[in-house]
Structure formats: C-alpha cells, structure tokens
C-alpha cells in the first residue's frame, strides 16, 4: 500500500470517487490535511466518514492565518484546541513568507504557530509543516519542536536543497516528495539524501504540477520514481514509506 502524506482532499468536489481512483492506483490511504479554519471541520468529517482510509491532518496554514480576521483565528484556535484530540497530525501549519512581507505579518505568523505547536504538545500529535520562502526557518522550528517534545515533524515540498535534507536527516525530521520528482533532476537529487527511514510520499492534490492536476493516486506515480531512482522495487519501496508514515503518525508499524 502506499500513503498520501499531505493532500486537501475535502477540496474535490467528490472525495468519494477520489479514494476509489487512488486506491484502484494503489493508494490505499491519504492524510487529508487542512488549511484554514472553515476547513478543519471537513477534514475531520472526511476522516468519521472513512475511518483507516482517510486519517485528519487540522490546522492553519500560515497564507490563510495571513489574510484571516483576528476573530476567524481567534475561532479557529479555540475550534482547534477543542478537536485536535480526533485528529492524527497538526497540519497544514507552518511559514510562508511570499504571503508574510512584513515583519508584523511574520510575527503574527510566528505567534499562530507558537499556539498550533502548544496544541500539538498538549494532546500528542506530530505535525506537517509548510515552508514556503521560509525552509532554514520552518526547519529551524521543526527541529526545535522535535527536540523539546519528542513528537514527530514532517516538511512538505520540501526538496529543493539537500543541506537542509541533510540536517533533517540528523535531527530526525521526516521530509515529503511529490510530483516534482517525475522530472525535475534537482528535485530527484534531493531525494536521494533524505534518510531512508524518514521518506514520505505526497501530492499535494488537487495542486497542479506541469499542467496535470492533482490527485491522490498520483502518489503511486512518485513511488514508481522513487523505486527507479533508489533501485528499490515498488513493492519495497511502497512499504517501506508506509512503514514510515505509520511511525510518524505515532502508531505501531
């Protein structure tokens, strides 16, 4: 079986017939992750909805937390810590510095996740991070919670320097390829740093990459890749990153 680590499934118009299609590629579970805080309650949802298939990524992602109202953050919080319990993963939460331009939008970014990790800490949960514009900082507080409370962290799309792969190799930080594995040689040579032990797959769906959306099942295309570039059967490769997630989510493999 292979896991879809970080999509937003509760934005397909018909997530039923998604996990049909992504299990029929052999997509046998997604981590549906969510963005801002009217999101959270769908995810959830879809969780109760398909229990073992679909398992419940809540939080606030940091463009939304940019753009957001006091009172909606505020809401979302106390919605948040009144859930998170239900949930497996604190995500999709982090920084994002193409939204955040100024030092007073950084800081409130800054503060918002302070809170999501306090939540995160209190009921156990490892957590998905995002880390647009912002890597060494998003890494730096990745580690830092990793370090303080023994739970698990996961950077998403996070394949572009195999400096900071390697520091997360070392500190224990699980790191997610997707798409831009299929092609791109330097996302390629990223992936081959990532500590074997600590390689999840993603998609990000319903994000497009090269003009073809997005979808769960295209996570078995990243794994095919995977294997071709490890030298890794797909079956061996496929368990292996589910042997991961299950380690990152704090199960038993």
Request: charged residues 25%.
């Amino acid at each position: 079986m292979i896991v879809d680590s970080h999509c937003h499934l509760d934005q397909f118009a018909d997530p039923h017939a998604v996990l049909l299609d992504a299990e029929r590629a052999g997509v046998g579970q997604v981590i549906a992750v969510s963005e801002g805080a009217d999101t959270m309650a769908r995810v959830l949802a879809l969780k109760r909805r398909y229990p073992g298939r679909v398992l419940a990524g809540l939080g606030m992602h940091p463009a939304w937390v940019t753009r957001a109202a006091k009172e909606d953050i505020a809401a979302g919080l106390a919605w948040l810590e009144a859930h998170l319990t239900e949930g497996d993963v604190l995500g999709e939460v982090g920084f994002d510095y193409r939204w955040a331009v100024t030092d007073e939008q950084q800081l409130t970014q800054k503060n918002i996740l302070t809170r999501q990790f306090d939540l995160a800490e209190r009921f156990g949960k490892p957590v998905n991070l995002h880390s647009r514009r912002a890597q060494r900082q998003t890494m730096e507080w990745a580690i830092e919670f990793r370090r303080r409370t023994g739970l698990n962290a996961q950077l998403h799309w996070f394949t572009d320097s195999k400096k900071l792969v390697r520091i997360c190799n070392e500190e224990g930080i699980y790191v997610s390829v997707g798409p831009t594995v299929l092609n791109d040689l330097r996302t390629q040579q990223v992936a081959l740093t990532i500590d074997r032990q600590l390689l999840l797959f993603e998609t990000d769906a319903p994000v497009a990459f090269e003009e073809v959306a997005g979808h769960p099942a295209r996570a078995a295309e990243v794994a095919e890749k995977m294997a071709e570039l490890t030298g890794l059967g797909c079956e061996e490769i496929s368990e292996l990153t589910t042997v991961n997630t299950r380690r990152y989510i704090g199960a038993s493999p």
